[in-house]
T-cell receptor, first 114, second 114 residues
Framework: SQQGEEDPQALSIQEGENATMNCSYKTSINNLQWYRQNSGRGLVHLILIRSNEREKHSGRLRVTLDTSKKSSSLLITASRAADTASYFCATARYSGGGADGLTFGKGTHLIIQP | EPEVTQTPSHQVTQMGQEVILRCVPISNHLYFYWYRQILGQKVEFLVSFYNNEISEKSEIFDDQFSVERPDGSNFTLKIRSTKLEDSAMYFC????????????FGPGTRLTVL
């Protein structure tokens, strides 16, 4: 089954506008994390939200989690050209051991037009 | 700020050759991971490592792959006999504890198999 599927696949907005990306998943999770990847570069952790949390903020980022719908959204407010990147959600199961690998979605490619 | 480092940044090898990818996780972290990302595709979990042994591995991580923590700082991924389809970006990640779930990723090693 597909886990951590983002939509849209690509999003182009004007600088200053808000960008919203969505992520859906299929299995039970312990937490969901959002990462950013600039072209050809490494993954930068943005924010983690636990399964018992509904909303979390970090600077211009706002993440929501709806475990009943198995979905999450990432909102970037007041976008900047430097926000141009691919954004991935990644889910972690809970197995008790603490060493679970993350399951990534295909990502949303965000382009901020100056 | 501490970060995960990986060497080399780019490795080119001939099909059938062995390669070793190296990672230095963040120093007080206990959990270590390898992921790969084939060009244009999603990031895929390969293996997790804790307490000097493999905790979890995906179906991708077959007998051609092995991991090792040869000393107190390095974490390596070995591919015994590379195939064309092993060409990908390989990311190392580390996590501090079972409670602190954020995984921090290195910049990646781009492996090209000719």
């Amino acid at each position: 089954s597909q886990q951590g599927e983002e939509d849209p696949q690509a999003l182009s907005i004007q600088e200053g506008e808000n960008a919203t990306m969505n992520c859906s998943y299929k299995t039970s999770i312990n937490n969901l994390q959002w990462y950013r990847q600039n072209s050809g570069r490494g993954l930068v952790h943005l924010i983690l939200i636990r399964s018992n949390e509904r909303e979390k903020h970090s600077g211009r980022l706002r993440v929501t989690l709806d475990t009943s719908k198995k979905s999450s959204s990432l909102l970037i407010t007041a976008s900047r050209a430097a926000d141009t990147a691919s954004y991935f959600c990644a889910t972690a199961r809970y197995s008790g051991g603490g060493a679970d690998g993350l399951t990534f979605g295909k990502g949303t490619h965000l382009i901020i037009q100056p | 700020e501490p970060e995960v480092t990986q060497t080399p940044s780019h490795q080119v090898t001939q099909m059938g050759q062995e390669v070793i990818l190296r990672c230095v996780p963040i120093s007080n972290h206990l959990y270590f991971y390898w992921y790969r990302q084939i060009l244009g595709q999603k990031v895929e979990f390969l293996v997790s490592f804790y307490n000097n042994e493999i905790s979890e591995k995906s179906e991708i991580f077959d007998d051609q792959f092995s991991v090792e923590r040869p000393d107190g700082s390095n974490f390596t991924l070995k591919i015994r006999s590379t195939k064309l389809e092993d060409s990908a970006m390989y990311f190392c990640a580390s996590k501090e504890s079972p409670v602190l779930d954020t995984q921090y990723f290195g910049p990646g090693t781009r492996l090209t198999v000719l």
